[in-house]
């Protein structure tokens, strides 16, 4: 499985990503890592918001309503583990260089939450997809007061769009398999 970067603005950014995930979409869990009292961490929690209202046929943990962050995290381990879901699909934001501000990586393997920061959380995922939403050499506060709301909510949807192409590429090769059959 090779790893994908996109940047959020790329035109075939959801392509891409739908793409990529169209074989790992059936039987996951859709995990979305982050608070919504924080613009910087709230990717996670608005693309699980995004997904619920575009009724993607998965379960979702991690909503604006209802987020998966630092303080629940661990109960929802436990609770995601005793499911025995085929796959999980964590999302979360991430920091990086500035240059790297807006790209979308979606790739084989866990995201460890919180690790930008220097928290100690646990690991979540069989394939992860980030974005880096700003730069990992600010001070937290600045942080907060620089990130715009409009950078996140954009790479939401791509993010989520992404993953509803995934759904409907995988449902329409299970319909063409059918038609197939007959």
């Known amino acids: 499985m090779n790893n994908i970067e996109v940047h959020y603005k790329n035109s075939f950014a959801t392509i891409k990503i739908g793409n990529f995930l169209a074989e790992y979409i059936d039987d996951a869990a859709i995990v979305c890592i982050g608070t919504d009292k924080c613009i910087v961490d709230s990717l996670g929690p608005l693309t699980g918001t995004l997904l619920m209202k575009g009724n993607i046929k998965a379960d979702i943990y991690g909503t604006l309503d209802k987020p998966v962050h630092a303080m629940n995290i661990h109960d929802y ?5 005793k499911k025995n879901y085929g796959r999980i699909i964590a ?20 995201i460890s939450p919180g690790k930008g920061i220097g928290k100690l959380l646990p690991e979540i995922g069989d394939l992860s997809i980030i974005g880096i939403v700003d730069s990992n050499h600010k001070e937290f506060h600045d942080l907060v007061q620089e990130t715009r709301l409009s950078l996140i909510y954009n790479m939401a949807e791509i993010i989520s769009q992404g993953l509803l192409n995934a759904y409907n590429m995988r449902t329409e090769s299970y319909d063409q398999a059918s038609i197939s059959r007959i």
């Open 77 to 81: 381990v436990r609770k995601i583990k």
């Open 91 to 110: 999302i979360d934001a991430c920091l990086s260089n500035k240059k790297n501000q807006g790209i979308i990586e979606v790739r084989e393997g866990s």
